[in-house]
């Protein structure tokens, strides 16, 4: 089968491990199943582990991606859960310290089938289209559960988004203006502050500005580059959400503003498959489609690769294989 894989690791030049072809096709283990894609979208992640972050070089070579949506060996429409728990464990599956996602221990999802545990599988709402449905698991999974379990957003709060066209970006502003919550993002382009504000932000400021007034939540994937601004943005005994540090993962912590000001820094991870359900019935109950930048042919999958790594891009990239 056609997938995209990973066959060497370069933390520099991650693209160089990138290659897309055929490979033998997965071979699921007892309670598992496998799917075939529809569509598969594009992460950070994917990036991350050309760089060797969560995948390790004894591990290739592994078909990369976390998300899909396909059909399953009964004929049922599916979204892929990608959060793979550890058989004995009960409970949330982000807490299990064995977990992994797909294309970390296990063939990933940028390919013409993928082998997932059955309880991995959630039914896809007909509604809601196979590329639509490929952007939840990851990226969108993981802006529900900074904002709402984490982070314990309600209406009439305001929320500032660092980073505003990543993919997780995105998911936060429509998710938190459907949900009533004012949404500020900051971004570095012009052009992305102005489709944030069509995606339902608020207010888009430049990266860095002094934002009007001090905010109760702010959700960080951007990491180095906006972490002092998030403190500084935060009213007292406001909380950060972290899921992610895309531009380094060591900036000063600013201390002395957390605790004088008895702030909460948060951690975030994926989400549990109860919140993916959530998650795919308020997009329903809402008509929020996730913004695709780019629909691509599997085989032209390096082209996605190539825009993400630039950061030219507002909302997913999405292959169909
Ligand atoms: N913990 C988890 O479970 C989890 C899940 C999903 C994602 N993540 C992580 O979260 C991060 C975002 O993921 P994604 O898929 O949304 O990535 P993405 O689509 O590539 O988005 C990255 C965003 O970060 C901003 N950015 C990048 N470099 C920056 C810099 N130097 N200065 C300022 N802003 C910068 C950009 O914002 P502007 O260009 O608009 O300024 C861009 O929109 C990644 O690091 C990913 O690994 C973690």
Redesign the pocket.
Same mark, same amino acid.
């Given at each position: 089968m056609l997938a995209v894989y990973a066959d060497q690791i370069n933390p520099d030049d991650p693209l160089r491990g990138l290659q897309v072809g055929e490979v033998p096709d997965p071979t699921p283990q007892d309670g598992w199943t496998t799917v075939t894609v529809r569509a598969a979208a594009l992460?950070?992640?994917d990036?991350?582990s050309l760089r060797g972050?969560g995948l390790s070089a004894d591990a290739l070579p592994m078909i990369l991606g976390c998300d899909a949506a396909g059909i399953d060996g009964d004929g049922n429409e599916v979204v892929v859960h990608a959060v793979i728990s550890s058989d004995s464990w009960r409970g949330d599956e982000?807490l299990d310290p064995r977990r992994s996602?797909l294309s970390e221990r296990h063939p990933g999802a940028l390919a013409q089938r993928v082998a997932v545990p059955r309880r991995n599988l959630l039914p896809k709402p007909a509604e809601l289209s196979f590329a639509h449905a490929a952007c939840l698991p990851?990226?969108w999974?993981?802006a529900y559960r900074m904002l709402f379990t984490r982070g314990q957003a309600t209406p009439g709060m305001t929320v500032l988004v660092? $980073?505003?066209?990543?993919?997780?970006?995105?998911?936060l502003i429509m998710l938190g203006a459907a949900a009533g919550i004012r949404v500020w993002?900051?971004?570095?382009?012009e052009a992305?502050?102005t489709e944030?504000l069509k995606l339902g932000a608020d207010q888009a400021f430049e990266?860095g500005t002094r934002l009007p007034e001090r905010v109760d939540l702010v959700m960080e994937?951007?990491?180095?580059?906006?972490w002092a601004h998030s403190v500084r943005s935060l009213k007292p005994g406001g909380t950060l959400v972290v899921?992610?540090?895309?531009?380094?993962d060591a900036p000063p912590a600013e201390l002395t503003r957390v605790f004088f000001l008895q702030l909460s820094v948060v $951690?975030?991870?994926? $989400?549990t498959r109860d919140e993916l359900e959530r998650l795919i019935r308020f997009c329903l109950e809402r008509d929020i489609q996730p913004p695709i930048h780019a629909t691509l042919p599997l085989a032209d999958a390096r082209e996605g690769f190539q825009a993400?790594l630039e950061?030219?891009?507002?909302g997913?990239i999405v292959f169909t294989p």
């Open positions: 992460n950070h992640h990036l991350w972050v982000t996602l990851t990226a999974l993981t660092q $980073g505003a066209g990543g993919g997780v970006a995105t998911a993002v900051t971004s570095r382009s992305k502050r944030a990266s994937t951007v990491g180095k580059a906006t899921s992610g540090a895309t531009s380094g $951690g975030s991870t994926m $989400g993400l950061g030219d891009v507002v997913k």
